[in-house]
């Protein structure tokens, strides 16, 4: 009994040793994932459109601080590679005049003008009276290289980002803020088996302002007469219909001339 409990001794304190290891590992705090910092050089952008069509170029690592009003709905687009993972970090400074709780969201669009939706941050926070500033944030989802038509998950193109003020006092509309944006890209390359015939990029100049003179009119047919020109489309009601009342009428008299009796002497 006693050589038993002299050879189970050594194993037991083996395993309690793992298990405090095991507690100690547990206990450690994680290391934070660090904050997406601006690239070195990078030319700070100090713009944002007003809508798609109008929304300004980004790039990865390139500050953005732009002045800006409550009420604005502010515009960015960046391009996305397959394989890429997005990081869309935002800070808004507010006013101190403020009369009530606001609420801020920003959101993001793929070429196809498509919600895509976020796999963490702050997407939409409520900040109250007394806050100095908010901060949002959103994680794409990895891009892939192709999809089914109809899913929505994210593809390689121009992707547009929306930072905007969903609710707040009327009285606080109009109030200037400070916005300061950036945008971090991870990863490269994709393990999908396909490949994207073209990048989802809408096409912005879908037509070309002319500016020569314009181009002089056909010259008229000598004999436009018989050439049937003159003839109304079958579409034109109007034309059609002028047409039958005139021969309804022409109809009616020849009508009446035939069927009148003569006069008695």
């Not at 990078?42 to 601080?65: E, H, K, M, Y």
């Not at 992707?159 to 969903?166: A, E, M």
């Not at 945008?183 to 994207?196: Q, T």
């Not at 001339?257 to 003569?262: I, V, W, Y």
Request: proline residues 9%; glycine residues 10%; negative net charge.
């Amino acid at each position: 009994m006693e050589d038993e409990l002299t050879m189970r001794t050594p194993i037991i304190r083996t395993g309690a040793a793992l298990a405090a290891a095991g507690l100690t590992l547990l206990g450690a705090p994680t290391p934070a994932t660090a904050a997406p910092t601006p690239s070195p050089g990078a030319t700070p952008v100090t713009r944002a459109g007003t809508s798609f069509l109008t929304a300004t170029a980004i790039a990865a690592g390139q500050p953005v601080r732009v002045d800006a009003s409550t009420g604005d709905f502010l515009y960015w687009s960046f391009p996305a590679s397959a394989g890429q993972r997005h990081e869309i970090t935002a800070t808004v400074s507010l006013p101190k005049a403020r009369t009530g709780a606001s609420t801020w969201t920003v959101e993001v669009f793929d070429g196809l003008r498509r919600r895509q939706a976020c796999t963490a941050g702050a997407q939409t926070p409520t900040v109250a009276a007394s806050a100095g500033s908010v901060a949002l944030g959103c994680t794409l989802r990895q891009v892939r290289s192709w999809a089914e038509p109809w899913s929505a998950d994210p593809l390689p193109g121009t992707y547009y980002v929306r930072l905007s003020v969903t609710d707040l006092p009327e009285p606080d509309l109009g109030q200037p803020v400070d916005v300061e944006l950036l945008l971090s890209a991870e990863g490269e390359g994709s393990r999908d088996d396909g490949e994207l015939k073209a990048p989802l990029v809408p096409n912005t100049k879908a037509g070309a302002v002319l500016t020569g003179e314009p181009a002089a009119a056909p010259a008229e047919s000598d004999d436009g007469w018989f050439d049937g020109d003159w003839l109304p489309t079958l579409g034109s009601r109007w034309a059609w219909s002028a047409v039958g009342g005139a021969l309804a009428a022409v109809a009616g008299v020849v009508g009446f001339a035939l069927t009148r009796r003569p006069r008695r002497p």
